[in-house]
């Protein structure tokens, strides 16, 4: 999962996140979380976390980081699309599954949604 891990920290870095080296945070509940990547886009925080397959187990396990260290979770299945149940889950609980494939785009849609609201923030019809 070598390739797989330098491919988030690469697109991240592209996208203009910062990777958090080493990824572990501690929790409100005083736990220490691992992750495979863990990166900030404009303050919030993104937890990457690889797995062969993706279980209810994972997308639970994922959810309690999330909740106890206050990072958006996001897990990525290596073989492409996670268990029937897990996906429900996922869905329920607001966990991200994706793909390898899915990688790229996921950092360019929130590169995309930053823009997006700068120029909101920009007042176009202001005159000096």
């Not at 491919?7 to 495979?36: D, I, Y």
């Not at 993104?46 to 999330?66: A, M, N, Q, S």
């Not at 966990?95 to 007042?123: C, H, Q, W, Y």
Request: with cysteine.
């Amino acid at each position: 999962m070598y390739f797989e891990k330098l491919a988030l920290q690469v697109n991240a870095t592209s996208a203009g996140w910062e990777v958090m080296e080493p990824p572990r945070c501690v929790g409100t509940s005083g736990v220490g979380h691992k992750f495979t990547l863990l990166a900030s886009d404009s303050g919030q925080k993104y937890g990457f976390d690889l797995y062969p397959d993706v279980g209810e187990v994972e997308v639970l396990r994922t959810f309690i980081k999330e909740m106890d260290a206050g990072v958006s979770g996001v897990l990525v299945c290596m073989r492409g699309r996670p268990s029937e149940k897990a996906g429900k889950l996922a869905v329920e609980l607001g966990v991200t599954i994706l793909n390898p494939g899915e990688i790229g785009e996921f950092f360019r849609s929130a590169k995309k949604k930053t823009l997006m609201i700068e120029r909101r923030e920009e007042d176009p019809f202001h005159l000096r």
